[in-house]
């Protein structure tokens, strides 16, 4: 490994602007992995367990999935990282040849305690349905308890990066404590410092357990002020990591994270960049203008398995990004999803089709969603991509952002 500018550089991985809007942040990018390229602005999709439910690999590649996220936490604890690792890693033991990111297993394990802390950063109101599993957390690490075995196990910043470079990954999370929206400003200060130890140390042993094939990330903290954000930023400026991500709590309110996003992009170096656990059309569109390269959410697979498609507004109900196939008035649609889309269901089934599937509990219907949810983001980023490639990314954003 070579530190160049500050920054991490390896053969293999790079990462090179290719486009420019004319005015802010807004760029397209080429990252560099073993695995292939990935053209940002991009998303990921969530591969939780080492798969995406209800699709299969193939019906991922076929769709245009570049990057898929895989979470350090399930696949330690099922089926552990020992058993992938005799796989040759993640990449040949799910059947996926792209890029791979996993995180660090922090944050399910905060999850367990502080609620989910996914709800929390978008603003909803949560009680944890889950048990305090969370036993305690100390400068050495977290100790949970297993929800598998009811096992008690430790997750350290070197256990996690032990893990991650079991699994293979060609891109990897350090340990942090993500913190809710509801810790106060000292509270969040004290966890963020920690966090930048928690980060260093996770450094410090990937550097000492050399791997060619893997890159790290650094997590930017601070919850919702911008002070500390800025402090955070200045942390993670300063190390040599390939990638960025923003993690933690960004606000209540949607206008909140925007301005605090836009805000933490202005004083980031030049690095490929991640808003961890974001992925709402707005956002995406709020995001890329910002600066930022990737996304990832659950939301556009697991709508799908609840009888939701993506749909591009105006047609889409009420305020949101979807239309429900459950609701009566699609019973006799002959209509495609979209009649525009290429999607595979868009191509071949009614949105009447689909209403039955659903209505007949047939698990069909959700993996038929899936795929035109996954499309339709695929679609949603290359035309992002197209309209700042072709200088466009001005008129863009303006005419989505009205909508
Ligand atoms: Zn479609």
């Given at each position: 490994?070579?530190?160049?500018n500050g920054?991490?550089?390896?053969p293999?991985?790079?990462?090179?602007i290719t486009?420019?809007a004319?005015?802010g942040?807004?760029?397209c990018a080429r990252?560099?992995?073993?695995?292939?390229?990935?053209?940002t602005?991009?998303?990921?999709?969530c591969?939780?367990?080492?798969?995406?439910?209800s699709a299969?690999m193939?019906q991922?590649?076929?769709?245009?999935a570049q990057?898929?996220?895989?979470?350090?936490?399930?696949?330690?604890?099922?089926?552990?990282y020992?058993?992938?690792a005799k796989h040759?890693?993640?990449?040949?033991?799910i059947?996926?040849n792209?890029?791979?990111?996993?995180?660090s297993?922090?944050?399910?394990?905060?999850?367990l305690?502080?609620?989910?802390?996914?709800?929390?950063i978008?603003?909803?109101?949560?009680?944890?349905?889950?048990?305090?599993s969370l036993?305690?957390?100390?400068?050495e690490?977290a100790?949970f308890?297993?929800?598998?075995?009811?096992r008690?196990?430790?997750?350290?910043?070197?256990?996690?990066?032990e893990?991650?470079?079991?699994l293979?990954a060609?891109?990897?999370?350090?340990?942090?404590?993500?913190?809710p929206?509801?810790?106060?400003?000292?509270?969040?200060?004290?966890?963020?410092?920690?966090?930048?130890?928690?980060?260093?140390?996770?450094?410090?042993?990937?550097?000492?357990?050399f791997?060619?094939?893997?890159?790290?990330y650094?997590?930017v903290?601070?919850g919702e002020?911008?002070?500390?954000?800025r402090?955070?930023?200045?942390f993670?400026n300063?190390?040599?990591f390939?990638?960025q991500?923003?993690?933690?709590?960004?606000?209540?309110?949607k206008?909140?994270?925007?301005?605090?996003?836009?805000?933490?992009?202005?004083r980031?170096?030049?690095?490929p960049?991640h808003?961890?656990?974001i992925?709402?059309?707005?956002?995406?569109?709020?995001?890329?203008?910002?600066?930022?390269?990737?996304?990832d959410c659950?939301?556009?697979?697991r709508i799908?398995?609840?009888?939701?498609?993506l749909i591009?507004?105006p047609?889409a109900?009420?305020a949101?990004?979807?239309?429900?196939?459950?609701?009566?008035?699609?019973?006799?649609?002959?209509?495609?999803?979209e009649?525009?889309?290429d999607?595979y269901?868009c191509?071949?089934?009614?949105?009447?089709?689909?209403?039955?599937?659903?209505?007949?509990?047939?698990?069909t219907g959700?993996?038929?969603?899936?795929?035109?949810?996954?499309?339709?983001?695929?679609?949603?980023?290359?035309?992002?991509?197209q309209?700042?490639?072709?200088?466009?990314?001005?008129?863009?954003?303006r005419?989505?952002?009205?909508?």
């Open positions: 490994m070579v530190v160049e920054t991490m550089s390896k293999g991985f790079s990462y090179v486009a420019q004319a005015t942040r807004a760029h990252i560099e992995t073993p695995h292939g390229i990935i053209e602005p991009n998303f990921i999709f591969a939780t367990h080492g798969a995406i439910k299969t193939e991922m590649e076929a769709v245009g990057f898929l996220l895989g979470n350090t936490y399930h696949l330690w604890l099922q089926p552990g020992e058993i992938v040759g890693g993640l990449h040949r033991f059947g996926w792209g890029p791979l990111l996993t995180d297993g922090g944050f399910q394990i905060f999850s305690t502080y609620g989910r802390v996914v709800d929390e978008k603003g909803k109101v949560h009680r944890s349905k889950f048990p305090k036993l305690s957390i100390t400068e690490g100790l308890r297993s929800h598998i075995d009811g008690q196990r430790w997750l350290t910043p070197e256990k996690s990066i893990i991650q470079q079991g293979g060609d891109f990897i999370l350090p340990l942090d404590e993500c913190a929206s509801h810790f106060n400003k000292e509270k969040t200060a004290q966890s963020m410092y920690r966090s930048h130890r928690w980060e260093t140390r996770s450094l410090q042993y990937f550097q000492e357990h791997t060619d094939r893997q890159c790290m650094g997590i903290q601070g002020f911008l002070d500390l954000r402090e955070s930023i200045d993670i300063q190390q040599p390939f990638a991500a923003l993690g933690g709590s960004l606000g209540i309110e206008a909140q994270m925007y301005e605090l996003v836009d805000g933490i992009m202005q980031l170096v030049s690095r960049t808003l961890l656990g992925g709402g059309l707005r956002d995406i569109l709020e995001g890329v203008q910002s600066g930022v390269d990737t996304f659950v939301h556009p697979t799908a398995r609840h009888g939701c498609a591009a507004r047609e109900e009420y949101k990004e979807h239309i429900n196939l459950k609701n009566a008035v699609y019973r006799e649609d002959q209509n495609p999803i009649t525009d889309c999607c269901t191509r071949n089934f009614t949105r009447a089709y689909l209403h039955h599937l659903f209505k007949a509990h047939e698990g959700g993996l038929l969603l899936t795929i035109h949810n996954a499309r339709f983001m695929m679609r949603w980023m290359a035309a992002i991509r309209a700042i490639q072709l200088g466009q990314w001005e008129v863009f954003y005419q989505h952002r009205r909508r």
